[in-house]
C-alpha cells in the first residue's frame, strides 16, 4: 500500500563522502519534490521535478543535485556532506491537472547523519 | 509573498481535552490549505485539507474550516488521545509550486 518510498530510513555517512537517498512512488505523479528539514523546523523544498524538467530553488546549494530517470524515481545526491547537511530529507509527489498543483504526498523521509 | 503563521508549542493536554491549534496565512490570491502531521522520526502525513473558503476539513476527529474573511485555518479536535502528540504543520498552495508551511506546533497529550 505503500504510495511514496523512501531508502533507506536511516543513512550514515562520513564528511565529504558523496551519498544518494533514493525515492520511488507507485502514484504515477508526474511533479516530485525533496525537502530538507532539520530539527524542529518546518520542511524547505531543495528542488522539483516536473515530469523531466528540473526546478531548482535559488537558495539550494550547489553540492546538492538530483535525477529523476523515469517517472517513478527520483535520487537525491548529496557530493561532499558536511556537518550542516544533517537533516531528514522528505520525498514528495503531487499530480498536476488543468495547470494546477494537486495534493502533496510525503514518503517516511531518509534521516542523514554526517560523522 | 506567501507566508503562514502557527501557534508556537509545545501546546500540553491532558487526554480527552479539547485541542485548538492557530493558523493564519497571507497569500495573494486563493489558495489551498492543509494540515499535515508529523509522528516522531517519520515523514509527513496529511491530515486534512480544503481547497476554497468556508470548506470544511476533516479526518480522524480533526477538522479545519477555511475562513476567507480571517485568512485562518484552525485545527481543532474534541478529544485529544495521547497518540495525537506529534508535531502539526499548516501550509497552504498556490497550485503552482512548492507547499508554504508553518514552522509547525508540537502538540503533547499526557494521560
Known amino acids: 500500500d505503500a504510495m511514496v518510498i523512501q531508502n533507506p530510513r536511516y543513512q550514515v555517512t562520513q564528511f565529504g563522502k558523496p551519498v544518494t537517498l533514493s525515492c520511488s512512488q507507485t502514484?504515477?505523479?508526474?511533479?516530485m519534490y525533496w525537502y530538507q528539514q532539520k530539527s524542529s523546523q518546518a520542511p524547505k523544498l531543495l528542488f522539483h521535478?516536473?515530469?523531466?524538467?528540473?526546478?531548482n530553488e535559488a537558495d539550494t546549494p550547489d553540492n546538492f543535485q538530483s535525477r529523476r530517470p523515469n517517472t517513478s524515481f527520483c535520487f537525491l545526491d548529496i557530493r561532499s556532506p558536511g556537518l550542516g547537511d544533517a537533516a531528514m530529507y522528505l520525498c514528495?509527489?503531487?499530480?498536476?491537472?488543468?495547470?494546477?498543483?494537486?495534493?502533496?504526498?510525503f514518503g517516511p523521509g531518509t534521516r542523514l547523519l554526517v560523522l | 509573498g506567501n507566508s503562514v503563521t502557527q501557534m508556537e508549542g509545545p501546546v500540553t493536554l491532558s487526554e480527552e481535552a479539547f485541542l485548538t491549534i492557530n493558523c493564519t496565512y497571507t497569500?495573494?490570491?486563493?489558495?489551498?490549505l492543509f494540515w499535515y502531521v508529523q509522528y516522531p522520526g517519520e515523514g509527513l502525513q496529511l491530515l486534512l485539507k480544503?481547497?476554497?473558503?468556508?470548506d470544511k476539513g476533516s479526518n480522524k476527529g480533526f477538522e479545519a474550516t477555511y475562513r476567507k474573511e480571517t485568512t485562518s485555518f484552525h485545527l481543532e479536535k474534541g478529544s485529544v488521545q495521547v497518540s495525537d502528540s506529534a508535531v502539526y504543520f499548516c501550509?497552504?498552495?498556490?497550485?503552482?509550486?512548492?507547499?508554504?508551511f508553518g514552522s509547525g506546533t508540537r502538540l503533547q497529550v499526557q494521560p
Open positions: 480544503a481547497t476554497k473558503a468556508d
Open positions: 501550509a497552504l498552495d498556490m497550485g503552482r509550486r512548492a507547499l508554504t
Open positions: 514528495a509527489t503531487s499530480g498536476w491537472t488543468s495547470g494546477r498543483q494537486e495534493t502533496q504526498y
Open positions: 521535478y516536473y515530469d523531466k524538467d528540473f526546478n
Open positions: 497569500a495573494t490570491g486563493y489558495p489551498s
Open positions: 502514484l504515477n505523479h508526474n511533479v
